[in-house]
Nanobody, 127 residues
Framework: QVQLVESGGGSVQAGDSLRLSCAASRLTFSNYAMGWFRRAPGKEREFVAAISRSGGVTLYADSVKGRFTVSRDNAKNTVYLQMTSLKPEDTGVYYC????????????????????WGQGTQVTVSA
């Protein structure tokens, strides 16, 4: 079955950087747009960023625009989330997700449209 495994989370200070990785297996990675979501304590899961199948189109939540960068390496079946200038409100469990897309440039922020999810990695940002 499809597996998405996140890594790279940790505890950092405000202003620090982290890079999350999500390794995918048992799927044709280039057929999937990939997304990053997060769930803060006591809150609903929210969209963070997404990248199209080829990597040519990206989408970001307003709260992370200019600080986070999503990228992918289709040869390695891996998607990344580079996070800089981290803030305490970025704290949460970060999940990657895969969206089977026919359109090569389509990206969506909608949780329900993603087919597969990873188990998540914890990011904690202290003030």
């Amino acid at each position: 079955q499809v597996q998405l495994v996140e890594s790279g989370g940790g505890s950092v200070q405000a202003g620090d950087s982290l890079r999350l990785s999500c390794a995918a297996s048992r799927l044709t990675f280039s057929n999937y747009a990939m997304g990053w979501f997060r769930r803060a304590p006591g809150k609903e899961r929210e969209f963070v960023a997404a990248i199209s199948r080829s990597g040519g189109v990206t989408l970001y939540a307003d709260s992370v625009k200019g600080r986070f960068t999503v990228s992918r390496d289709n040869a390695k079946n891996t998607v990344y989330l580079q996070m800089t200038s981290l803030k305490p409100e970025d704290t949460g469990v970060y999940y990657c997700a895969a969206d089977r897309e026919l359109a090569p440039s389509r990206v969506v922020p909608t949780t329900q449209l993603y087919n597969y999810w990873g188990q998540g990695t914890q990011v904690t940002v202290s003030a």
